[in-house]
């Protein structure tokens, strides 16, 4: 229960489902999507993500094709449907507070891991033109989403979130820390989303020892193994 919390708290931050007229326009994926002005498919995003990081062992096997279309965001959205926040404006129907809305046709990969503890880290790769990208990189979470609550049924959660000063990973960072409380339980998720070469990627680091220096140097593999692999 409190992972669905904290998985629905960081999208509210961060990178999370599409819009409800995004998902009618979805299509389904055909392993090689392309968005008009990048030079990337689906398949060469899949080609560039992390293999297996250090301490972490893979969580299934990746998945790639339009963004919309791969099961980890279409669970979210269904997941994301049990939820309520205590302050609207903080989820949004995009779930990204000041961040703009995600393309659900966009060439997008993505792969999880986990290590012995439980921790948890995913990587999502993106298609997206420099512009766009940059758009994600700069957008800030409102000063008045900083602390919100979520319910699941009958089950409250507070979550606190700082926000990190603008990053130079790849060719600009940003890094967001959410701190998950719900009865005993304490979780924290550190995400950092960077933009490469006409890609956007971001990394998500879930667990109770989470720390904003792990998520970061998980980042900086996982965009020099992007830089490696795309041309």
């Not at 309520?84 to 060439?107: H, L, V, W």
């Not at 979470?141 to 507070?158: E, H, I, M, N, S």
């Amino acid at each position: 229960m409190t992972v669905l919390m904290t998985v629905t708290a960081t999208s509210a931050v961060a990178c999370g489902g599409d819009d409800d007229g995004a998902r009618a326009q979805r299509v389904k994926a055909t392993g090689r999507a392309a968005l008009a002005g990048t030079a990337y498919t689906s398949d060469q995003l899949a080609q560039a993500l992390l293999t297996e990081p250090p301490g972490y062992r893979r969580s299934g096997e990746p998945d790639s094709g339009e963004y919309g279309s791969l099961k980890a965001i279409q669970n979210f959205n269904q997941l994301q449907r049990q939820v309520t926040i205590d302050k609207p404006g903080c989820g949004g129907t995009g779930g990204r507070p000041g961040a703009p809305p995600m393309d659900a046709s966009a060439p997008a990969a993505i792969a999880s891991f986990t290590k012995a503890n439980g921790q948890s880290v995913t990587e999502t790769l993106m298609g997206m033109p420099a512009g766009a990208a940059e758009k994600h990189v700069n957008a800030r979470v409102p000063a008045k989403c900083l602390a919100f609550r979520t319910k699941v049924g009958d089950q409250w959660a507070a979550h606190r979130v700082v926000e990190s000063p603008p990053g130079t990973l790849g060719e600009g960072s940003r890094t967001v820390g959410v701190t998950t409380v719900s009865g005993s339980s304490h979780l924290k998720t550190w995400y950092v989303v960077l933009r490469g070469r006409r890609y956007l990627a971001t990394i998500s680091l879930v667990g109770p020892a989470a720390t904003r220096a792990e998520a970061e140097q998980l980042a900086r593999q996982a965009d020099a193994q992007a830089r490696r692999i795309l041309p």
